[in-house]
């Protein structure tokens, strides 16, 4: 989290297998250009992750699972409502895995 606080993000070079193309149990390429990077363009979302980062220097033990609980259910996996109440994915996790999309907006 502290690479954040210096605009710094720190990316894999893995590629998931193309046997799972719709899912990888750990971070990939596509995680980190899919996912994050267009984040990383929007203003908001980039000072948001620069703040988490920044509030996770010098921070405690539980400060810092509460930090990484904040970051996982907001820009890793964040969901929201848009004004005529549609479910909509923004997090990384979330964009950067079509089964996992698919999963979020559907019953």
């Known amino acids: ?4 606080a210096f605009k710094i993000f720190h990316s894999t070079q893995y590629i998931r297998h193309h046997a799972t193309p719709e899912y ?8 980190e250009l899919v ?9 908001d979302f980039a000072d948001f992750s620069q703040e988490i980062g ?3 220097l010098g ?3 539980i400060e810092l699972k509460r930090l990484a609980a904040i970051y996982w259910f907001t820009i890793e996996f ?3 409502r848009d004004s005529n109440k549609n ?10 895995s079509f089964g996992e999309l698919e999963y979020c907006v559907s019953d």
């Open 87 to 96: 479910l909509k994915a923004y997090g990384a996790g979330i964009m950067s």
């Open 54 to 56: 920044l509030a996770s």
């Open 24 to 31: 990888t149990p750990e971070p990939d390429i596509l995680h």
């Open 59 to 61: 921070a405690s033990e």
């Open 1 to 4: 989290m502290n690479g954040l």
């Open 35 to 43: 996912g994050h990077a267009p984040m990383f363009a929007h203003k």
């Open 78 to 80: 964040g969901m929201c």
